[in-house]
């Protein structure tokens, strides 16, 4: 089958390029792809972090050609027709953000137009995560556009299910990011690295409000008066910067925060999630999480809330801890129980048997079932 994607990937950095890259590498195993990329992501003034370019050594690749500009629209009229001209069974778009509500509109309407190809988005936020009602309604006047879609949550499904009734929408696990790290050290070799203590805590990834960070490190003095650790920041803060700094001064606790303020490449993944006993994901709102596969691929357990997909990715008191959001308390009492018990190696082993669940193999079911069929209206839960 002919596939055409359209989507980032290297030299832009970020979990939907990962995530565009290792699935046409997938593709690629047993389909015809053909990868359409962006010349421009983002406008500087636009993007929140330093920059969108990533600066991995051990980048992660793929064919494609860059032809795309965001923000100019003779570049979404050719995409629109070079995708025309190759008469693929399935064009492949990812959606998480309503930025690219007039390219992505463009080019899915033209192709839906001029071809017979079926337009399938592959939906990573349905309602993103800072939204207001123009987001909404651009993210509707997009997907409305698209023929079939992917979804990786229940929440987002009931939500597409009301977006756009009667289109074909199926259900997978957001697959693994084993790739982006395939090495693990040994744990008190990553910490001698790092230069931190026994017992550390992870929140990795780009610090935005909806993810919770302040309820972490509000946590952390009911865990000192049970457990020493050291919680680490690795990500760029891309808002609250001054306010995350004063929290940590006012509880007294610089000793035992650690902010590494970047973009963390590919290659020193492995370093952060090697060190740490615990992932700490206390967002407000999620509808999945690329983050929780990487740390299941590196047998990191997970303090996650319960919002969104994270319900369907963490199996409480196995794989990890689901408490209630925005509650310091919550997390500390999951913290507190992981050292007090010792259940560290208990959950890596549920990590073990349970991970198989996130392999690419069910999203490429899902685009190939939609690829076979020419209208189908049920919704679909692919395992």
């Not at 033209?110 to 651009?138: M, P």
């Not at 395939?182 to 805590?201: C, D, F, H, I, S």
């Amino acid at each position: 089958m002919k596939i055409c994607l359209l989507g980032p990937s290297y030299p832009y950095r970020g979990g939907i390029a990962h995530y565009m890259t290792l699935l046409a590498r997938e593709l690629r195993r047993r389909h015809h792809v053909v990868f359409f990329g962006f010349t421009r992501q983002y406008p500087q003034w636009l993007y929140p972090g330093q920059t969108d370019r990533d600066p991995s050594q051990a980048a992660l690749t793929d064919e494609y050609i860059r032809v795309l500009d965001s923000l100019n629209p003779w570049t979404w009229m050719q995409t629109a027709r070079r995708i025309c001209r190759e008469q693929p069974r399935l064009l492949i778009l990812p959606w998480w953000t309503s930025f690219w509500t007039p390219a992505f509109w463009t080019v899915s309407s033209w192709v839906k137009r001029a071809s017979a190809t079926t337009v399938v988005f592959i939906c990573h936020n349905v309602i993103e995560h800072e939204t207001n009602l123009i987001k909404q309604f651009c993210t509707q006047l997009v997907l409305q556009t698209g023929d079939a879609f992917i979804v990786h949550s229940t929440q987002d499904r009931a939500s597409l299910a009301t977006m756009c009734p009667g289109r074909p929408i199926y259900q997978a696990f957001h697959p693994s990011y084993a790739e982006l790290a395939p090495t693990r050290l040994a744990r008190q070799e990553a910490r001698r690295k790092l230069n931190v203590g026994e017992k550390v805590l992870l929140f990795f990834g780009f610090v935005r409000p909806y993810k919770g960070l302040e309820y972490a490190i509000r946590s952390l003095p009911l865990i000192l008066s049970k457990h020493q650790v050291t919680l680490i920041v690795a990500g760029e803060i891309w808002s609250g910067r001054r306010e995350i700094k004063k929290l940590i001064s006012q509880l007294g606790l610089e000793a035992h925060v650690r902010i590494e303020d970047r973009y963390i490449a590919n290659e020193e993944i492995g370093l952060y999630f090697s060190a740490a006993d615990l992932l700490l994901l206390p967002y407000l709102s999620a509808t999945q999480s690329g983050i929780a596969q990487i740390a299941y691929a590196q047998e990191v357990p997970v303090v996650a809330t319960r919002v969104g997909g994270l319900l369907d990715v963490v199996t409480d008191g196995q794989t990890g801890y689901l408490v209630e959001p925005a509650s310091p308390t919550a997390i500390a009492e999951a913290v507190i129980d992981f050292f007090d018990h010792h259940r560290g190696d208990y959950m890596v082993e549920q990590i073990k048997r349970q991970r198989s669940r996130f392999t690419w193999a069910p999203i490429v079911q899902a685009i190939e079932a939609i690829g076979q069929q020419d209208d189908c209206v049920d919704n679909h839960t692919v395992s």
